[in-house]
């Protein structure tokens, strides 16, 4: 599965409230659900690796589901608790557990997280303003305190990367194949991130930074597809003393735990590597 993403900014969180998709009931149910638990639990005493390990654990069997940010014609702030793309759920899980971590449990304070974690800047100005690519997504939330890219710290190798997959392969993106503004704005987009450095950690030596791994940490899989930097995205998972997984949306089976995160980077031909950041708590 290919990680094809990018990201755009809103104006507002008032204005992100207002473009809510699938905020339907269901969701509505799920939110309070983790909350509750949240509340029982008190899990805003916790650090903050374990809360969002805790919050991921709560969306263990529901469905992968391929394109759900890009259903509408009009770029606008998608919400759903109930199935997910691999981005959706690293971002979704993200959100509630922020929340949880200063004990602000309203779905507004949610939608803000989330909206923030989504688009360039924290704001949603539109398609172009998608964190499409996620190394661009990791840069733009470190810059703001969100996340701390560990990759290189971790003993990280540079990854000769130019950013042009989106562009490429037009025809792969419905709300920009047939829309020449649109297509114009990942192009600048692309051009404005040639000059970013590339770091990530090679699957021969993903196993020896295991002592170094946190449950929560964002796990990006590197990839040798031409243009693109990201295949696949989810959370380092601790279930044993030296044992590691991948916590993660997946195609084959949903949201689910694989056992060992460096057989599930090798088992995949397309994944090189992997990109490794760490979530910070909220201030």
């Not at 990680?3 to 207002?18: D, G, M, N, Y």
């Not at 971790?154 to 047939?178: C, I, N």
């Not at 949903?254 to 201030?283: C, E, F, H, M, T």
């Amino acid at each position: 599965m290919l990680l094809l993403v990018v990201f755009l900014a809103l104006p507002t969180a008032a204005k992100a409230q207002s473009h809510l998709t699938d905020h339907d009931a269901t969701t509505h149910d799920m939110f309070t659900e983790v909350m509750t638990f949240a509340q029982e639990s008190k899990l805003y005493k916790e650090p903050f690796a374990y809360i969002v390990k805790k919050v991921g654990e709560r969306f263990m069997g529901l469905p992968w589901v391929e394109g759900l940010l890009d259903r509408s014609a009009e770029e606008s702030l998608v919400v759903d608790l109930t199935q997910f793309d691999c981005v959706l759920y690293v971002e979704t899980v993200l959100a509630l557990a922020r929340g949880i971590a200063i004990e602000d449990y309203s779905y507004d304070a949610f939608v803000r997280n989330l909206e923030s974690l989504r688009y360039r800047s924290g704001r949603m100005e539109g398609y172009c303003s998608r964190l499409h690519y996620f190394t661009e997504w990791i840069a733009d939330n470190e810059a703001r305190g969100v996340v701390s890219n560990t990759t290189a710290s971790f003993g990280g190798v540079p990854l000769q990367k130019r950013l042009t997959f989106m562009s490429e392969h037009r025809s792969s993106y419905p709300r920009m194949a047939d829309d020449d503004s649109l297509f114009q704005g990942i192009q600048s987009m692309e051009e404005s991130l040639a000059g970013m450095r590339h770091v990530h950690i090679p699957q021969d030596h993903i196993r020896s930074i295991y002592p170094h791994l946190n449950s929560g940490d964002i796990v990006a899989t590197s990839t040798h597809v031409a243009g693109l930097d990201v295949s696949h995205v989810g959370f380092a998972y601790r279930h044993g003393a030296d044992e590691v997984g991948f916590l993660h949306a997946s195609k084959n089976g949903g949201v689910k735990v694989s056992p060992d995160l460096a057989n599930y980077v090798k088992s995949n031909g397309i994944q090189i590597g992997i990109i490794v950041a760490r979530p910070l708590p909220p201030k």
